[in-house]
Structure formats: structure tokens, C-alpha cells
């Protein structure tokens, strides 16, 4: 749906600690002025270019895949998300486990840029088109009082503890997936039950620290009861179902719909 109204994005050069190095823009967000052309703008007209070495690694989202390219003959590596295929349906696991980590790592530019929204209202709204202009150099003021005035973002319990760990997980083999693709768990011919009452006593009882952990934050946490309310809508019901392996006990499966695709239900088969 069209809004109606002019979107205009600015470009925040952020350090680690969530310390603003630098604010450009703001460019008027159209199909020339997406973060692809962005940041070739950036390399070619602030002098961007001479703050990076050969070699240095650059964390980026989807939306600067055109300019993979420009960054490489500058020498810079670079870390994105991995897109789908042609004809690919999902990532594999290692894609998956790849693009979580390059999202967690990107985590401090997406809060300094609520940071700056949460504190200075004036940004989370509509602005009117009088102060366009000038929104720039608002927006250059709001970074310099968060640096002077306001403690580093810090996200918890982040060390290179963590950072080992997540490395860790992100290579354990997907042995569920294995199992459903070896014996063809996801066709219409496997014997799968619905688990009533009677069942649910023994589902094991997952505290919200353990949840954290194995999540590594609070991100998906946070988005399950949105995908459950969802799901119990669209179908009119009142009951959130889960199925059993027939011949295993143990092995369980359940049906969300998807958020990206949105008459799509995707299954998410476990073991406990």
C-alpha cells in the first residue's frame, strides 16, 4: 500500500559500542537511492573510502547486494545474509546458521537507530515537510548529544564467550533435518498423531533463561507469541495443535504460517 508521503533515510557510520562516527545524508529513498548506491555515494563523495584499510570487513544486510561488487574491487571483504536461489525454497542449515550470525552482529546499527528514535521523539514520527531541509543536520545534532551525554549500547551478556559459542552452534549438524529428509518424514505417507491433553504433561517445561541461551537472546522470544496468535486467527481456532511420529515417541511436528510468505505454512519438526 502506498503511504502517501515522502521517506527519506539517513546513513549512520556506528562503532561497535554504538559511539556515532558519522551521520550523512539524509537521501531521498527511491529506486536510485537505495543502500546499494548509498554507500557507493559514501565511498566516492564524503571521503568514506579513506577510513577503511585492504582488507577490513564490512557487515551488511540484503539490501546492499548490488553493491558486492564495488566493495570488492576496493578491496573490502564483506559478510551478508545469503539469499535464496533460484528455485530454492529455504537455506540450508549452514546458510541458516551463517546469516543468524551476521544479523546478531549487525545488532548495534539497528539499536543505535531506535536509540536515536526513542529519545528524541521528534524522529519516530512524520515529520513535516518544512523541517526537510534541515533534518540532516537534526539528525547530526541528536548523534553528537547521544555520544556526549548518554552511556555506550551494550548488549548483555555479549563477550567472546558468547561470540565463541554461537560459532560453536552455528556448525552442530541439523540431525532433525537429516532424519526428515532420509526417511521422508515430510511427505503424506508418514503416520503422524495428534497429541491431546493426555500428552501434554510430559512435553518438557522450558524456563525463559534456558530459552535465552538457546536462543542467544531475546529476539525469536519475543516474536512467538505473534506467530502463535497468528496462526490460532487465521484458522479460527482456539486449540494450537502439535503431532507425533506415530512410530517414535518423542519426535514432534508443527505447522506456523510464515510471515515472509504469507499463505505458506511451513512445518517445524523437532525431537525431546
Not at 529513498?29 to 582488507?55: P, Q, V
Not at 546469516?99 to 528524541?120: D, M, P, Q
Amino acid at each position: 500500500m502506498h503511504k502517501g508521503r515522502h521517506l527519506i533515510k539517513p546513513a549512520l557510520v556506528v562503532a561497535p559500542d554504538g559511539y556515532i562516527l558519522d551521520i550523512h545524508g539524509p537521501y531521498f529513498s527511491d529506486s536510485r537511492n537505495n543502500d546499494a548506491s548509498m554507500i557507493e555515494n559514501e565511498m566516492d563523495a564524503t571521503g568514506l573510502r579513506e577510513w577503511f584499510n585492504n582488507g577490513d570487513i564490512f557487515i551488511v544486510d540484503r539490501g546492499y547486494s548490488d553493491a558486492l561488487p564495488f566493495l570488492e574491487n576496493l578491496g573490502i571483504n564483506y559478510k551478508m545474509p545469503a539469499l535464496l536461489q533460484q528455485g530454492q525454497r529455504q537455506l540450508n542449515t549452514d546458510e541458516a546458521n551463517d546469516s543468524r550470525l551476521i544479523t546478531k552482529t549487525r545488532w548495534i546499527v539497528e539499536a543505535c537507530n531506535g536509540h536515536i528514535k526513542s529519545v528524541f521523539k521528534f524522529f519516530e514520527g512524520t515529520v513535516h515537510m518544512n523541517h526537510a531541509i534541515n533534518i540532516g543536520d537534526y539528525y547530526r545534532i541528536a548523534g553528537a548529544i547521544l555520544n556526549k551525554y548518554r552511556e555506550p549500547i551494550i548488549m548483555e551478556g555479549a563477550n567472546a564467550e558468547l561470540a565463541q559459542m554461537m560459532l560453536q552452534k552455528s556448525r552442530i549438524p541439523n540431525v532433525v533435518q537429516t532424519r526428515v529428509e532420509m526417511d521422508n518424514l515430510h511427505t503424506r505417507n508418514a503416520r503422524w498423531v495428534h497429541l491431546n491433553t493426555n500428552h501434554v504433561s510430559s512435553f518438557p517445561r522450558f524456563h525463559l533463561n534456558y530459552l535465552k541461551e538457546l536462543t542467544v537472546g531475546i529476539y525469536q522470544i519475543n516474536l512467538a507469541p505473534a506467530y502463535i496468535q497468528d496462526k490460532l486467527q487465521r484458522e479460527q481456532a482456539e486449540v494450537f495443535e502439535l503431532d507425533e511420529l506415530a512410530d517414535e515417541r518423542g519426535l514432534i511436528r508443527v505447522r506456523t504460517y510464515s510471515f515472509q510468505k504469507c499463505n505458506k505454512i511451513p512445518t517445524l519438526d523437532s525431537i525431546y
